[in-house]
Nanobody, 123 residues
Framework: QVQLVESGGGSVQAGGSLRLSCSVS????????MSWFRQAPGKEREGVAHIDSDGSTNYADSVKGRFTISRDNTKNTLYLQMNNLKPEDTAMYYC?????????????????WGQGTQVTVSS
């Protein structure tokens, strides 16, 4: 049974930092492409950051230079370090997984999802 469990969300002031984690079980994690998505109320889900099985990364323009995605294949865990947070980063954040390669342009490419963790940034 595949499980993705996010943690690390919370409430911070603008300019603050958070580190999200996603613990993955039930798959050969090192073979999987991983992404962070987010969805704000009334908005569509959007891709935030992606990391391939070889460690190559891709970021949405809105988070480049502020967010860093990483993975620890020894711990089957995905991370998202978020710095200089802005109120517009407020959303539910989800980790997603599927065996590489995947089309990171669409959330439908990912077959496995976590339950989400809320990030709220106040001005």
């Amino acid at each position: 049974q595949v499980q993705l469990v996010e943690s690390g969300g919370g409430s911070v002031q603008a300019g603050g930092s958070l580190r999200l984690s996603c613990s993955v079980s039930g798959v050969t994690y090192s073979m999987y492409c991983m992404s962070w998505f987010r969805q704000a109320p009334g908005k569509e889900r959007e891709g935030v950051a992606h990391i391939d099985s070889d460690g190559s990364t891709n970021y949405a323009d809105s988070v480049k230079g502020r967010f860093t995605i990483s993975r620890d294949n020894t711990k089957n865990t995905l991370y998202l370090q978020m710095n200089n947070l802005k109120p517009e980063d407020t959303a539910m954040y989800y980790c997603a997984a599927d065996i590489c390669p995947v089309d990171i342009a669409t959330s439908a490419s990912f077959g496995y999802w976590g339950q989400g963790t809320q990030v709220t940034v106040s001005s």
